[in-house]
C-alpha cells in the first residue's frame, strides 16, 4: 500500500498537483477525468485530451518528467437513472485505455446515477451497473485495470447494491473504490462501519481515506443520511473511525494499491491554513503505514 492525494481535495488547498505533492512528500495522485477525456496538467499548463494513444503517451512523459505516480482515474457518474448506459460505457472503455497506456492499476467508478433519486430501488440500481459493468468487460477482455465502485451517495452506502453487482457482474476485475468515510456519513454506527468495511476489503480496488468526529452521543446510533456532515467531517487523525484499524482489513486481505487522502473537511478552514492540514493529512498516512511496518 502507499499514500496519494486525490485531486479534489488537492485543489482545495494548493494551486498545482506538483506543488501539493512535493509540500506533502507523496508522489502519487488519483486524476480526475472528464467524459471528454480531459485531464489536468500537474504543473498548472494547459489540460491534456486523452483522446488517442499519442495523447496518452505525451500525457504519461508528463507525468514522468514532474516525478508523479498516477494512483487512478476519478469517473463521475456514467450511468443514467432511466437505464441508459451506452454513453458510460464508451467512456469508461476509453478511461481504461488510458489507464492502461499511463500504468494505473483502477478507476473509481461513481455509484450516484445521472438524474438519480433515492427512488430507484436496489435491484434496480444493481441491473442497470450490472448491464453495464458487462458491456465494460466485453469491451476490455484483456485488460487487467480494476474497476471500482465507489460507496457514494445514498443509494451507493449500500452493501446489498455493492454485493449484488459484485455477485452479477462475476469478474474480479469488478470491487470497490472504498471510501473509509462514506457508510458513516450514511448514518450507519461506527461498529456498523468496521462491519461493513471489513466485509469489503477482498474486493478493494481503490480507496479514499476521509474521517468524521460526530459527538460521542451519535456515534452509535443510526442517524439520517448526511446528518451535519459539513459541520463534523475533519482531517484524517482528528476522526472516529481508526483508519488503522480500516487499514487493517486492507492489509489482512492482501491489498497493495493506494490510499487516497480525500480531506473534505478543507472547505472549513481558512485557505491560508488548507495546505497544512492537507500535509498533516499525508504525515498521518504514512507515519500509519509505518507504525504497522507496511512499506509506503
Not at 467508478?109 to 459493468?133: N, T, Y
Request: glycine share 10%; proline share 5%; net charge negative.
Amino acid at each position: 500500500m502507499y499514500p496519494s492525494l486525490t485531486e479534489l481535495s488537492i485543489r482545495a488547498a494548493f494551486p498545482t498537483i506538483v506543488e501539493a505533492l512535493r509540500a506533502c512528500e507523496v508522489s502519487a495522485v488519483e486524476l480526475s477525468l472528464s467524459r471528454e477525456m480531459r485531464v489536468n496538467a500537474v504543473d498548472g499548463g494547459e489540460p491534456f485530451v486523452l483522446d488517442s494513444p499519442q495523447e496518452v503517451e505525451r500525457y504519461r512523459k508528463h507525468l514522468e518528467a514532474h516525478r508523479v505516480r498516477p494512483a487512478g482515474f476519478l469517473l463521475g457518474p456514467a450511468f443514467s437513472a432511466d437505464g441508459e448506459v451506452t454513453e458510460g460505457v464508451e467512456w469508461i472503455v476509453r478511461a481504461v485505455r488510458a489507464a492502461e497506456g499511463l500504468g494505473m492499476a483502477a478507476i473509481r467508478i461513481d455509484s450516484i446515477l445521472i438524474g438519480d433519486s433515492r427512488e430507484v430501488s436496489v435491484s434496480r440500481r444493481r441491473e442497470i451497473f450490472v448491464e453495464g459493468l458487462l458491456r465494460v468487460l466485453e469491451k476490455t477482455p484483456e485488460s487487467s485495470i480494476g474497476l471500482g465502485i465507489e460507496n457514494h451517495g445514498a443509494g451507493g452506502n449500500n452493501l446489498e447494491f455493492l454485493e449484488g453487482v459484485f455477485e452479477g457482474v462475476g469478474s474480479e476485475r469488478i470491487g470497490s473504490t472504498m471510501d473509509m468515510g462514506n457508510f458513516y456519513w450514511s448514518g450507519l454506527p461506527l461498529s456498523e462501519v468496521y462491519r461493513v468495511l471489513e466485509r469489503l476489503a477482498p474486493r478493494t480496488k481503490h480507496t479514499h481515506v476521509k474521517n468524521i468526529r460526530y459527538p460521542e452521543e451519535m456515534r452509535e446510533v443510526q442517524r439520517p443520511v448526511g446528518w451535519e456532515y459539513g459541520r463534523y467531517c475533519c482531517p484524517l487523525a482528528d476522526g472516529d473511525i481508526d483508519l488503522k484499524r480500516v487499514i487493517g482489513f486492507l492489509k489482512e486481505a492482501g491489498y497493495q494499491g493506494d490510499l487516497s487522502v480525500e480531506d473534505e473537511s478543507l472547505g472549513r478552514f481558512p485557505p491560508e491554513q488548507r495546505p497544512e492540514i492537507l500535509k498533516q493529512d499525508a504525515a498521518f498516512l504514512k507515519a500509519t503505514l509505518l507504525e504497522m511496518g507496511i512499506p509506503g
